[in-house]
């Protein structure tokens, strides 16, 4: 399984919005609703952001949204904030049935 | 409160075992699927294992195919990942991890990690 792509880093001033994107293929983002966004801070472990594609867990801010388009995720993050500064990974079920993981993207807040 | 709490982890050489425990505790472990996820450092996630909440499946990452096995003990609250023929490559830190309870395969709650570094 090939990990999915991102873009290594996006970055944005506070209160604009940013699009992180994940690109993988017909036989995982592309065949499945079952794509998901974690944000990691150093040294912390991964918390859920979003899952199935465009849905919130509980407790996640408003700000942060998922979509797909084809073989292509992605998460905005709008109304930019210094604590949305993180690593974020995207993930998607898989035709083998197990999940793969984005290569990550950094967000820096300038 | 949900957690997960790793143990295991340690220095070793290349070649040796090692078994790492996850102690889940504040919802219904035998009612969940458990995965294994990894991160070299500096690197990013990387899935290794998968398991079925009663045990009768289990999937695995090709890199790690043949070496590795995970296992639970549902009385126990336990998840586990016996390593064998441990490589350089495998030095990360490994985290247990509780899959959703909804259809999919995402992920929902992380244990902090247990580090594993292969070297000689």
């Known amino acids: 399984q090939s990990a999915l792509t991102q873009p290594a880093s996006v970055s944005g001033s506070p209160g604009q919005s940013i699009t992180i994107s994940c690109t993988g293929t017909?036989?995982?983002?592309?065949?499945?609703?079952?794509v998901y966004w974690y944000q990691q801070y150093p040294g912390k472990a991964p918390k859920l952001m979003i899952y199935?594609?465009?849905n919130r867990p509980s407790g996640v801010s408003n700000r942060f949204s998922g979509s797909k388009s084809g073989n292509t995720a992605s998460l905005t993050i709008s109304g930019l904030q210094a604590e949305d500064e993180a690593d974020y990974y995207c993930?998607?079920?898989?035709?083998?049935?197990?999940?793969?993981f984005g290569t990550g993207t950094k967000v820096t807040v300038l | 409160e949900v957690q997960l709490v790793e143990s295991g982890g340690a220095l070793v050489q290349p070649g040796e075992s090692l078994r790492l425990s996850c102690s889940a505790s504040?919802?219904?472990?035998?009612?969940?699927?458990m995965h294994w996820v990894r991160q070299a450092p500096g690197k990013g996630l990387v899935w290794v294992s998968r398991?079925?909440?009663?045990?009768?499946?289990?999937t695995y990452a090709d890199s790690v195919k043949g070496r590795f096995t995970i296992s639970r003990d549902n009385a126990k609250n336990t998840l586990y990942l016996q390593m064998n023929s441990l490589r350089a490559e495998d030095t990360a830190l490994y985290y247990c991890?509780?899959?959703?309870?909804?259809?999919?395969?995402?992920?929902?709650?992380w244990g902090q990690g247990t580090q594993l570094t292969v070297s000689s």
């Open positions: 991890v509780r899959e959703v309870a909804i259809a999919g395969i995402g992920m929902d709650y």
């Open positions: 398991i079925k909440s009663d045990g009768s499946s289990t």
């Open positions: 199935d594609v465009s």
């Open positions: 017909s036989s995982d983002v592309g065949g499945y609703n079952y």
């Open positions: 504040g919802f219904t472990f035998s009612s969940y699927w």
């Open positions: 993930s998607s079920y898989s035709s083998s049935t197990t999940p793969v």
